[in-house]
């Protein structure tokens, strides 16, 4: 096996019924490279840190934050203990299947990427039917993007983003919460970055089932493209 390292920073904020599951999915994929499992407890009330204080004793490294940050503030958080040649970020329910690491990790494995998205709109495994309104505006602010950085990505907001470390390391990160997403994007692209693309599957998650991202996180994505467009 290579000595090259993956990365994988999981943010965490009241995923009881659903974390343990999650770290033992990415424990057990086959990647051809070693991994390293970074969670970052954001502050959870439901019961979530108990579960990952427990999971420290099988080697996953955890850090907690003692109020509520928000994601790109965990995501920070996970960057600044990450170890690997490669970082991926995993959010901490069900919804994206870490058997996709495999085809995220080739375009980097190969020298031909910095950065790999996976694409919930190219094909690739069983996908959910789901949200029709988020479909709508991931689409909608994928469009944006494109048009403002002058790309043909096809999934801005999907979680599935693989790095080589020493580009993720060298972005200046500022978004706290959701707008990390378009914050990563809009530095990747104006640094002319070489972006690939995975199909991956996708196992959206309703309200009822914890789903956290709503329609008012909409204008972080709209302020976020923007000001990054316009600024570093």
């Known amino acids: ?39 970052i407890d954001d502050g959870s009330t439901d019961g979530t840190r108990e579960i990952l204080e427990r999971m420290k004793e099988e080697g996953i490294k955890v850090v907690f934050h003692e109020k509520n940050s928000g994601k790109g503030a965990a995501i920070r958080t996970g960057i600044l203990h990450a170890t690997g040649e490669y970082i991926v970020i995993q959010d901490a329910d069900l919804e994206y299947d870490p058997e996709d690491y495999p085809q995220l990790l080739e375009p980097l494995l190969g020298g031909r990427a910095d950065v790999v998205y996976g694409s919930r709109f190219i094909g690739g495994g069983p996908h959910r039917v789901h949200l029709f309104w988020h479909y709508v505006a991931n689409k909608l602010f994928t469009l944006m993007t494109n048009a403002l950085f002058n790309v043909n990505l096809t999934d801005m907001g999907v979680c599935y983003k693989m790095f080589r470390s020493s580009v993720l390391k060298s972005i200046p990160l500022r978004e706290n919460g959701f707008g990390f997403e378009p914050e990563i994007t809009a530095k990747i692209c104006k640094r002319h970055l070489r972006i690939y693309e995975v199909p991956i599957s996708y196992a ?18 709209l302020y976020s493209l923007i000001r990054y467009r316009l600024a570093d």
């Open 1 to 39: 096996m290579s000595t090259k390292r993956l990365s994988i920073i999981i943010p965490v904020f009241n995923e009881k019924n659903t974390v343990e599951e999650l770290i033992g999915r990415v424990q057990t994929v086959k990647i051809p490279i070693e991994r390293e499992i970074i969670a």
């Open 204 to 221: 959206g998650r309703t309200y009822e089932e914890g789903k956290k991202i709503k329609w008012t996180d909409s204008f972080a994505y």
